[in-house]
């Protein structure tokens, strides 16, 4: 099934040897019995919500998703913002330390269309996603939304090629590990403070919460962005990254 | 900090190579790189010893838990620590500790180590974090860590071989995922809770349970690579740099195999069968044939030792088959877990000295091929002797605890009455020594072909590399002599049967 | 038929279309655009769970829901990087990437 990685555009398009009636006959069965599950088996009616709704008042937010997300469960969480981590590590190219984190080249033919959209958009994003990360608190919203919301707007700005983010740089580096290290920081403070991991203070969760989620929606931008310019620079063509670049 | 789950070893355990991760992520390349990674190994490696030391001073055996942010299950993640786990947990601290080692002296000068830091790290601390989780979908987030730094370090090297083997490995790794999540959400739906303990003591025999197990199993089984699912880690464990080879034998497969335990005899016992029991249990006697022949026909020396980690993990499944006819069917203990445990030990060791021990000899061969391996034994004695001491713990020769564990299994398939189970793991001790005599008569012969030209030896390898990979072949046989520290770190002390 | 109901199974459906482009599709993009639509899928199922009487919204699976989508993103990235690299180490010069 996996045994031949089939990179060519004009390949087959289905696995020649992958064997249709197989495959076809146990995902059926699969989902057959699956459906049975659900329309024979009612669920369990009141799920979590009766302990969120009971400790919502002490954890600092009144939006139960953010409670569950940042106070709750905030140990899976921290373990999320790591995967982000460790794929940013693998796509970057090697180490360049010496430039800057952002080099501005001028390009000569401007796109009125483009240029047009990014001078309104990319402000209007920018102000949505420090709203969003704010209104977490109580709607909606919070560090993953708002980062997801600054890595599109870092998008926008790259389709020009104006921007050469160096993403080795100190600079970088430093943002993408912010959000991981300053819940790190905060859990093993805690620790301290309150006698066990996470354990946020009746007063100061709310605030805690918000710096946390501060830090993130920064890692998670840069990362994101950082994902994204992995995939469209091409090693050799003016990148800020060395030439025998490993993405 | 008199108990374990009051003290703050739990969460520092996960935390620890986190912290080393950020911090390798963020230095550049300097003198102590390779003295501050050993550093943190050697923190981690007293970390989880004093962890084995609160958790056997306390009479009881029971699990330790430790509520994180003190909300409790099922509303916040519980970390839950037995017997099993702390043995894992300290598996994986010796061997990090000695791999570390390893590592510093292997990329001591190469710029790529800036990447393989703090993925190594990573790596470390989602298998941490697996085994201490009490929590069903902290546990998948665990599994994706380990997928993914796993495959991102199976492609350090960039070369083709490598990256094609890296992406299948992530594209196989992250169907067993997926699998599982399906598992969770199902099991989620008829419980309404995450948490592990919870799920125990709500899980019946009923129809959701049993399809939960079933995704959970094949999930599981993409990423232990049980024949036959197993068609990713000839080729991923072959083409990884030295130490993540030996880690990814040693360990990461362990791991899934750890949450397949757990899920099998401890959350969802109530839905398994006897038949799907056998079915493992024959699925795993397959592996071993399988695996025993293709290792013997490789070409290459690191594809002949992951063959040997597919055929080895089919012993691991007898435990399922047996385990059905002990007394207690409905936890994880008697003596065929007591086996099933020692050769997860076992095993770990043997083939973590294997790798280490045959990529000393290629680096000093300057290539993988098993035809270059020829008289490499007047050059490299010492890279030879550790092959070799594994080597035997793998066939199942005494003194090792290769021996010890095939032993358990032994007495204990002829106590369960199952006696075709003997013949299978005679029979693959029989195969495992047809492939490892070859590699051995190889390098010991001296013979000139004629007309070939004579090999130049190569630089020696480092003496750092000879001598981490001559501890866990000591390792290796030192557990050959003393069964019971190993047993009763994970079982109450109940009678070792058979020694 | 409820509307959870209705979504649960649309969930299941996209989980087996997943399923079967994994397998079966030749090349590795859609190998990889499979595992999206599997993982889209268990999170319809997880949504539809959150709301079972349609009265009250169960906040747990939204956070699952919401870690899942960060996890399977990082996983697609690592895999379109590969993927990417090894088209390149095979043809460079005929194929002009993007």
């Known amino acids: 099934m996996f045994n031949q990685i089939d990179l060519e555009y004009n390949g087959p398009v289905n696995d020649p040897k992958a064997s249709w009636l197989i495959t076809v006959c146990s995902v059926l069965g699969f989902l057959i019995v699956l459906t049975l599950v659900l329309l024979n088996y009612d669920a369990h009616n009141a799920g979590l919500r009766p302990y969120v709704e009971g400790s919502l008042s002490s954890s600092g937010v009144t939006n139960p998703v953010t409670a569950v997300l940042l106070n709750f469960r905030a140990y899976d969480t921290l373990l999320e913002i790591a995967v982000l981590l460790i794929v940013v590590i693998a ?25 047009s959209l990014q001078r309104w958009l990319a402000p209007a994003v920018l102000m949505f996603a420090g709203y969003l990360l704010w209104a977490g608190a109580t709607q909606p919203g919070g560090a993953f939304q708002a980062g997801a919301l600054l890595a599109g707007a870092c998008v926008l700005m790259f389709q020009t090629g104006v921007y050469r983010v160096n993403y080795t740089s100190i600079m970088a580096r430093s943002l993408m590990t912010c959000g991981l290290a300053m819940f790190i920081a905060v859990g093993l403070a805690l620790i301290w403070f309150e006698g066990s991991l996470l354990k946020y203070p009746q007063d100061y969760a709310g605030v805690l919460i918000l710096l946390i989620e501060s830090g993130a929606t920064l890692s998670i931008a840069i990362c994101l962005a950082s994902l994204y310019s992995s995939l469209i620079d091409i090693p050799g063509k003016g990148h800020a990254a060395t030439s025998e670049s490993g993405s | 900090m008199t108990s374990l789950s009051s003290s703050l070893l739990l969460p520092i355990i996960v935390f620890l190579p986190l912290i080393a991760a950020l911090v390798g992520f963020m230095s550049s390349r300097n003198t102590f790189q390779g003295q501050l990674n050993i550093g943190f190994a050697f923190v981690q490696f007293l970390i989880v010893v004093l962890m084995a030391i609160l958790f056997l001073d306390e009479q009881s055996y ?130 309404g809770t995450l948490d592990l303990a919870q799920i125990a003591a709500s899980s019946g025999n009923g129809l959701p349970d049993q399809v939960a197990m079933i995704l959970i199993t094949i999930g599981l089984l993409l990423k232990i690579a049980l024949f036959p699912l197993h068609f990713w880690l000839p ?90 006819h002990a007394a207690n069917t409905s936890s994880f203990s008697g003596s065929a877990s007591q086996a099933a445990i020692y050769f997860i030990v076992a095993h770990a060791c043997a083939k973590a000295a294997m790798f280490l021990s045959a990529g000393n000899l290629i680096l000093s061969q300057g290539s993988g091929d098993i035809a270059q391996l020829k008289g490499i034994a007047t050059r490299e004695p010492v890279n030879v002797l550790i092959f070799t001491i594994a080597g035997v713990s793998l066939i199942g020769l005494p003194p090792s605890a290769g021996f010890i564990a095939k032993w358990l299994l032994l007495t204990t398939s002829i106590e369960s009455g199952q006696w075709w189970w003997v013949l299978v793991v005679l029979s693959g001790g029989l195969l495992a020594a047809m492939y490892l005599f070859k590699i051995l008569s190889l390098a010991f012969d001296n013979t000139l072909d004629d007309g070939a030209v004579q090999i130049q030896p190569k630089a020696l390898s480092s003496k750092v590399l000879t001598s981490s990979a001559l501890v866990l072949a000591l390792i290796t046989l030192a557990l050959g002599f003393n069964a019971e520290f190993i047993l009763n770190i994970s079982h109450p002390p109940v009678g070792v049967s058979g020694i | ?78 895999a379109l990087n590969l993927m990417v690299r090894l088209h390149r180490m095979s043809d460079p010069k005929q194929r002009k990437p993007k």
């Open chain 1, 91 to 115: 796509v970057l190219p090697l180490r360049n330390a010496k430039t800057s984190l952002v080099r501005c080249i001028e390009v000569t033919n401007h796109d009125l269309v483009l240029t």
């Open chain 2, 62 to 191: 029971q699990s330790a838990v430790y509520q994180i942010g003190t909300w409790g299950a099922p509303l916040g993640i519980d970390l839950v620590v037995d017997g099993f786990s702390i043995l894992m947990i300290g598996l994986t601290g010796v061997l990090t500790l000695i791999l570390t080692i390893y590592g510093a002296a292997y990329y001591a000068d190469d710029p790529k180590s800036l990447r393989f830091w703090p993925l190594w790290w990573l790596l470390i601390a989602g298998l941490n974090a697996l085994f201490v989780s009490g929590d069903a979908f902290n546990i998948y987030v665990c599994l994706e860590i380990i997928g993914l730094s796993a495959a991102a370090l199976v492609a350090l090297q960039s070369t083709r071989t490598s990256l094609e083997a890296a992406l299948r490995y992530l594209l196989v790794g992250l169907l067993g995922s997926l699998f599982y999540l399906m598992a969770i959400a199902i099991l989620y739906r008829s419980h």
């Open chain 2, 235 to 324: 080729q991923a464990h072959a083409n990884a740099p030295t130490p993540v080879s030996a880690i990814l034998s040693a360990l990461v497969v362990k791991a899934s195999l750890y949450v397949l335990i757990k899920f099998w005899f401890e959350v969802l016992s109530g839905s398994t069968t006897f038949g799907a029991s056998q079915v493992l249990g024959v699925l795993g006697g397959i592996a071993i044939v399988y695996g025993s022949w293709k290792a013997f026909r490789a070409k290459q020396l690191k594809v002949l030792i992951a063959y040997s980690t597919v055929a080895q993990l089919g012993y691991i499944f007898l435990l399922f088959p047996l385990s059905e």
């Open chain 3, 1 to 78: 038929m409820s509307s959870a109901l209705l979504y649960s199974i649309t969930g299941l459906g996209l989980f087996a279309i997943g399923l079967l482009g994994i397998v079966l599709a030749g090349h590795v993009m859609r190998k990889i655009l499979a595992l999206n639509i599997m993982g889209i899928g268990i999170f319809m199922l997880l949504i539809a769970i959150a709301k079972q009487d349609g009265s009250f919204v169960d906040p747990v699976p939204h956070a699952m829901v919401l870690t899942g989508i960060v996890i399977a993103a990082a996983g697609t990235a690592l």
